[in-house]
């Protein structure tokens, strides 16, 4: 009551986050990299940190500009993380963290599929009262409405399959596998360029653009008959966004070399 959070903007769904948390409190902006459209991770001698701040909230994957948080934050305060499009990829040391959330269906189950995590001491420190049903004391206290139960099962068997195939270890390095193949490729040649800044890039959403918007929309189009399809940059930004997700293999990342490799090669 009366405190204060820190938000850290580095795209559309945290600045979401901090218009809703501006409804309920103080919700300082900490840093943000929108004077350069969220190309970058603001580095964090820049952030302006409360050292009093009840948490400091950051979203760890930007799905449209395709930056990434490399690794957690190192501050004093609990982590508040929007983990939406990265929760599963990689290793995280969740002691860091008093709130984990996100709408999971990138890498953990069907589309409706969310998850929290919350500290139990964290948990306590919640404003009250709060309504029923979007306090999240009402759920960690008792099951209280009905589950979606074939959500469930399937998020049931993609944690078999990420237990089978070695855990968080295993697929991280898997996606940075699929990650560096395809900004090596962007960056050999002018002919591509990425969007984000290297130190920044997502291991998740592979942003970039060609060098008009009509080469852009032929290679949406070419790309979709070669049977390689949502290579479409989000309406907000345009360009072109390879979502490589745990569930996309390491061929699949394959044959979109190739194929951007055969694309320069005819219209370069």
Request: glycine letters at 8%; a neutral charge; hydrophobic letters at 40%.
């Amino acid at each position: 009551e009366g405190g204060t959070a820190d938000y850290l903007i580095t795209g559309s769904w945290a600045k979401k986050a901090h218009k809703e948390a501006k409804m309920l409190g103080q919700a300082r902006v900490a840093a943000t990299s929108e004077d350069r459209n969220f190309s970058y991770i603001p580095a964090p001698d820049t952030w302006d940190l409360d050292p009093n701040a009840a948490y400091l909230h950051f979203t760890s994957n930007n799905t449209i500009f395709g930056t990434q948080f490399a690794t957690e934050p190192q501050v004093d305060v609990p982590l508040v993380c929007d983990a939406s499009s990265d929760f599963l990829s990689r290793p995280l040391d969740v002691d860091r963290y008093g709130l984990i959330y996100a709408g999971a269906q990138k890498n953990v189950g069907p589309a409706g599929v969310t998850v929290v995590l919350v500290r139990d001491d964290f948990l306590q420190r919640r404003n009250q009262p709060l309504p029923t049903m979007l306090d999240y004391g009402t759920h960690a206290e008792k099951l209280f409405n009905t589950p979606p139960v074939y959500a469930v099962y399937v998020v049931e068997k993609v944690l078999r399959w990420l237990r089978d195939l070695g855990g968080l270890p295993a697929i991280a390095a898997l996606n940075d596998a699929k990650a560096k193949k395809l900004y090596d490729r962007i960056d050999r040649t002018d002919f591509y360029r990425g969007t984000a800044e290297p130190g920044s890039r997502s291991k998740m959403n592979v942003t970039f653009r060609l060098p008009s918007e009509d080469l852009e929309k032929r290679f949406v189009a070419e790309a979709k008959e070669a049977g390689l399809l949502a290579l479409k940059g989000h309406r907000s930004v345009g360009g072109i966004r390879a979502s490589i997700y745990n569930a996309c293999p390491p061929e699949a990342v394959d044959a979109l070399v190739s194929f951007m490799d055969s694309f320069e090669q005819k219209y370069g």
